[in-house]
């Protein structure tokens, strides 16, 4: 019995000492298992962090972008109107030119017209005024046919004639005409 008694000591201290090695290697890996996850976690949460971060910096530069882009849409809208104004008033100075332009074509035609019947008036009056010369020249020679037969006779008729040598001199204005 006391080899029974010892040998169940000895067997109760190597339990009792593989019990404690199993409950030190459990608590070990338990240790550094929960290390491992301690430090998962951590880095899981620095990550969630920094995703959150990230989503927060987004957020803010989607909401600029999207302030950005009213404001590129205000723009947009205010050069369209402006553009359509701009369009408006073309087509008005346009409208307003092509009457003018009328008016001046209009003009024109008529400044012709009266030109041309200028041009014909004075034509007539040309006309006119070398039928008159060419008659002054038939008078002028038959004044000098007369003027001579008058001074042939003037020997015989000189005491009625109070001018001693009459003569006539008649001198046609001298037109000139610019055309």
């Known amino acids: 019995r006391p ?3 010892a040998a169940l000591r000895e067997l109760r201290a190597q339990y009792e000492a593989l019990a404690a090695r199993n ?3 459990a608590e070990d890996w338990y240790r550094a298992r929960c290390a491992r996850l301690h430090e998962r976690a951590a880095r899981s949460q620095e990550a969630v962090r920094a995703s959150r971060r990230e989503a927060g910096e987004c957020r803010r530069q989607l909401q600029a972008r999207l302030a950005e ?3 590129l849409r205000g723009a947009h809208q205010s050069l369209e109107r402006q553009l359509q104004e701009l ?3 073309h087509s008005a100075e346009a409208a307003g030119l092509q009457d ?3 008016q001046l074509e209009d003009d024109l035609r008529n400044t012709k017209n009266e030109m041309a019947q200028h041009l014909r008036e004075y034509q007539d009056l040309l006309n006119v005024k ?3 010369d060419i008659e002054i020249a038939a008078y002028r020679k038959l004044l ?3 003027e001579t037969l008058f001074n042939t006779g003037s020997v015989s008729l000189s005491a009625p004639n109070p001018l001693p040598n009459p003569t006539y ?3 046609p204005r001298g037109f000139s005409s610019s055309t």
Do not use: C, K, N
Request: glycine share 8%; proline share 0%.
């Open 144 to 146: 000098e046919g007369e």
């Open 3 to 5: 080899d029974l008694a």
């Open 23 to 25: 409950l030190q290697a």
């Open 169 to 171: 001199s008649f001198q």
């Open 69 to 71: 882009m009213e404001s």
């Open 100 to 102: 003018t332009i009328g």
């Open 130 to 132: 070398m039928a008159l």
């Open 87 to 89: 369009e408006e008033r």
